[in-house]
């Protein structure tokens, strides 16, 4: 659970910065940037979730790895999502609003 509040601060930081860069600087370079900052956390909260593999490699995972393992992937997955949403929601901000 720290881990989780550590990431949504951290993320919010984050968002904190690039609409302060985005007052000073293009709208658009600050969209791209939140863009691409969010879409990589997402990318490696699907990666760490295990979502990208096929069935039967989830499976032969499951059986394989400890339930300290699975804790400890779970938890950063979640992790990067709360630091995504964020920054994403900043995006759509920045892309409809500004």
Known sequence: ???????????????????????????????RVSGCIGLILIFSTIITSGSLISGDRQRANDRTETTNDKKQRDSISIACFLAATPILLLWGYLKYFK
């Open 1 to 31: 659970m720290k881990l989780a509040k550590l990431s949504l601060v951290s993320g919010l930081f984050v968002t904190l910065i690039i609409f302060i860069l985005s007052l000073f600087l293009n709208s658009g370079f600050s969209q």
